[in-house]
């Protein structure tokens, strides 16, 4: 559909629900993660069907303790694009408040909302 284009990814699972997990900052140029480190979160880590023409920023590698077949997967946490003349920013941190208890998940999203909003 429309939406999952410009979204430019869809949700699939999380497998192991609520676990531990590292984002790995891969654009380290980018204002939105820019001057930001990997970090842990205790939340779901999603996994996902994505757009290869997202412009990704961070990554989560999956383990196998839960799904054998995607242990060493690399996915995308954190991504923008363009629709249009519109700019669209996912993250896919934040399913609970206290996910923003971690202060680069909350920076990200801070900034991933004035990058799309134009005034980063």
Known sequence: TNYQFMVGGQWVAHPGNIIDYTV?????EDPIT?????????????????????????TTTFGGQYCAW???????????RRWGAGRIFYASVGHVAADFNVPEAKEIVRRGMLWAAREL
């Open 24 to 28: 790995n900052i891969t654009d380290h």
């Open 70 to 80: 995607i242990d060493g997967v690399v996915m995308p946490v954190v991504w923008k």
């Open 34 to 58: 820019a001057g930001l480190k990997d970090f842990a979160m205790h939340s779901e880590q999603y996994y996902m069907h994505i757009d290869p023409s997202n412009e990704v920023l961070a």
